[in-house]
């Protein structure tokens, strides 16, 4: 088995986007801006947006955070979003999901402006991915196809399972790995909670994404030999052993599972860093489209 290093990829590609910077500030050009909102004091929010903030640093890119307190109101959160679309400074901007209960995630994101749409979530963006047209890819998605890309994993004519159809994880996962794309061309099968005979169709997986929410669902007994696993998922475990008092474990066994795959990604350092790297490359792409 061989690890598909997220972690040690995504700086691969903060060092490339880096040397992009100073080369476009030495040209006189305004380094990208990505502003982020976060609202509300979840601790898994936090360090999510705050690793993308630091991230932006790393490369030299201007990152600006709107913390919003927890009782911020939909139209309040929707003034925000109008100033951040028509300030010119900003190249691309993400809020942070999910969102309270009293605000509509679905509003907030229709809001955003397409063209600084970042993370790939605006109706108009998911329909040019869909039709294999440029846009900015959902970040998570797009950086397990980065991943896939820069390991020279054969996708072509190959089983994909992805289980689990999110809209920001994995049904556009799905769509990426059918496209007429390297990485793609896979023949693919979308898994979800009314799927029956799970176990049965990950056994035909040469390629299993999971993207599913749930503390090492995946065992051995749904892992074909030599396939190669992408554990998309992400939870905080108590540990009082640690330090920080939690550690952090997928949607995959990795112990049971690693012994029988070809390549998996570890959690941390798998599909978490490369969802940032691609939140960089798209601030990146949006930042040259303005310039
Ligand atoms: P979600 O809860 O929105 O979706 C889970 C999906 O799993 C649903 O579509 C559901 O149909 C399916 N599902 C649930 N039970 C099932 C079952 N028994 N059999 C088959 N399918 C079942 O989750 P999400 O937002 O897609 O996130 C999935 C995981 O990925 C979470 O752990 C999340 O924290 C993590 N995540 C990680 C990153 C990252 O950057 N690493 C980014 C986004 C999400």
Not at 187 to 203: F, G, K, P, Y
């Amino acid at each position: 088995m061989d690890l598909l290093d997220g972690k040690k990829t995504s700086l691969d590609i903060q060092k490339e986007l880096s040397e992009k910077v100073k080369s476009i500030v030495k040209n006189g050009l305004k380094p990208p801006h990505l502003a982020a909102v976060l609202v509300g004091d979840d601790g898994a929010s936090r360090t999510y947006v705050n690793a993308k903030v630091k991230a932006c640093e790393r490369v030299g890119f201007k990152s600006t955070l709107h913390h919003l307190s927890s009782d911020v109101s939909e139209s309040e959160l929707l003034k925000i979003v109008n100033q951040l679309n028509a300030d010119d400074s900003v190249d691309g901007f993400i809020v942070q999901l999910p969102l309270p209960n009293h605000i509509d995630d679905h509003k907030i994101t229709l809001a955003i402006s397409p063209n600084k749409d970042v993370d790939g979530f605006h109706p108009e963006n998911v329909g040019k991915m869909t039709l294999g047209l440029p846009t900015f890819l959902p970040a998570t998605p797009n950086g397990v196809m980065e991943l896939l890309k820069r390991y020279n994993i054969p996708t072509e004519g190959k089983n994909t399972v992805v289980i689990g159809r999110s809209s920001i994880v994995g049904t556009p996962m799905s769509i990426l790995m059918s496209r007429k794309t390297n990485p793609g061309n896979s023949t693919v099968t979308l898994a979800h909670s009314r799927t029956q005979n799970l176990e049965e169709i990950c056994m035909k997986a040469d390629i299993l994404i999971v993207a599913i929410g749930i503390p090492e669902f995946v065992t051995s007994n749904m892992v074909k030999p030599n396939a190669v696993v992408i554990d998309v998922g992400i939870h905080r475990i108590e540990d009082a052993s640690r330090k920080n008092g939690f550690r952090l474990i997928g949607d995959v066994n990795f112990s049971e599972v690693s012994s029988k795959c070809s390549y998996i990604t570890p959690v941390p350092g798998g599909v978490g860093p490369m969802t940032i790297a691609s939140l960089l490359m798209n601030t990146y792409i949006a930042s040259s489209e303005r310039n």
